[in-house]
Each structure stands twice: as C-alpha cells, then as structure tokens.
C-alpha cells in the first residue's frame, strides 16, 4: 500500500510498546511532513541515548554511563534492606512519587505470560534472586523484604508467582502490593493516592 521505506518504518514503530499500527503510520507521516531539522534532531537524541545511558548496577534504572549507581541506590537514608520490584522504570517513578516507599528497588525489564515459557528469559529473574543470596557483592546489607509490585495483569500475577518461587528458599520476607490497584491496572497510570494504598496494603 505505501512505499516499502514508509512500511519498514511503520514496521518500526509498531514495535514500541503500545504501539499499534495505525498509530505507527501517524508517526511516520508527522516525520514525514516535520522540517528536516527536527528529524536531524531526533536521530541525533536517540544516538546521544545510546551513547550516554547505561543502567545502574543495582537496579537497572537508567543513569548516565559515568555512573555507577541511581540516585535511590547511592541514597544512604534510603532502607536497602528492602527492594521493591517493578515491571519498568516508569512503574518506580510512579511509586517514587508518593513519597510513601523508602527502600530501593529492583526493574524487572517486563513481565511474563503463563503461557509463553520463554518470557521467563527476558526478565531479570535471576538477577534478583543474586541480590538476595548475595547482597553483599552488590554493596547491599543482607535483604529483609521484597516487595512485588508488579502490575494487577495477567501477566502481572504470573510474574508476582515466578518471583515468589525464585525467593523461596530465602529467609527474605516475600510480599506483593494489594488493595488500590484495580484488576487489570497498571501502576503507570494510577493515581498518587492509588498507589500509595497499595504500598500501605501490601500483603
């Protein structure tokens, strides 16, 4: 239908996260019709990213690549006998906007479905479970609780029980965030308040 450039692009699009491919056509026709500065511009951003953002050796958030940890991680006043994991770094960023959780946390880099086994292999699951037998190597205390706050999906709980059975065998307690979040609702998108209950309700 369009030419092959224009549907190889689309074809990139469609590959971010929520991106369908309608939404990736829109995309490829505003930078189409953008002045060749902004198109200069982005290209130039997204090398620049690239080039510049590593994850910390703790966590996974991004930081500049002359870093070697988060400013949560490096934070002394911050509990770091206690690791909150997440799905995805927006996910911490909106939990660190309630001002409600002081521990560190841990980004997972997604979830897995229960029916696709090699989900298990994209996310970091046995990176936690070496923070937790090993903290020490990581400049950790011995950990005392882990907090699942994977999204209230499908794919969230099979992540929440995958996580739960990797730290069985642990003398760490295991809990995962409650009541707030919604069936289905991601903590991205929830609310302050919405969040912060389901840190205080965590079980």
Request: proline letters at 4%; one cysteine or more.
């Amino acid at each position: 239908m369009y030419p092959s450039v224009i549907e190889k692009l689309i074809r990139c699009f469609s590959r971010f996260p929520t991106v369908g491919p309608k939404t990736a056509t829109r995309f490829v026709f505003f930078c189409l019709s953008s002045p060749q500065e902004e198109i200069d511009s982005l290209i130039n951003n997204l090398q620049e990213l690239k080039k510049s953002v590593k994850s910390c050796e703790i966590c996974f958030r991004s930081v500049l690549k002359n870093e070697k940890l988060c400013s949560v991680c490096e934070n002394k006043k911050r509990n770091h006998e206690t690791i909150c994991v997440v799905e995805k770094e927006a996910d911490l960023v909106s939990i660190e906007k309630t001002g409600e959780y002081k521990g560190i946390y841990f980004i997972l880099g997604g979830s897995v479905s229960p029916l696709r086994k090699d989900d298990f292999k994209k996310i970091r699951g046995e990176d936690l479970r070496k923070r937790v037998e090993d903290p020490s190597s990581f400049g950790l205390p011995e950990i005392k609780e882990v907090i699942i706050a994977t999204n209230q999906t499908t794919e969230g709980d099979a992540t929440a029980i995958y996580i739960s059975r990797i730290l069985e065998k642990y003398k760490v307690k295991v809990t995962r965030i409650g009541r707030g979040l919604p069936t289905g609702g991601e903590i991205e998108y929830a609310d302050e308040e919405t969040v912060s209950s389901a840190l205080k309700n965590r079980r």
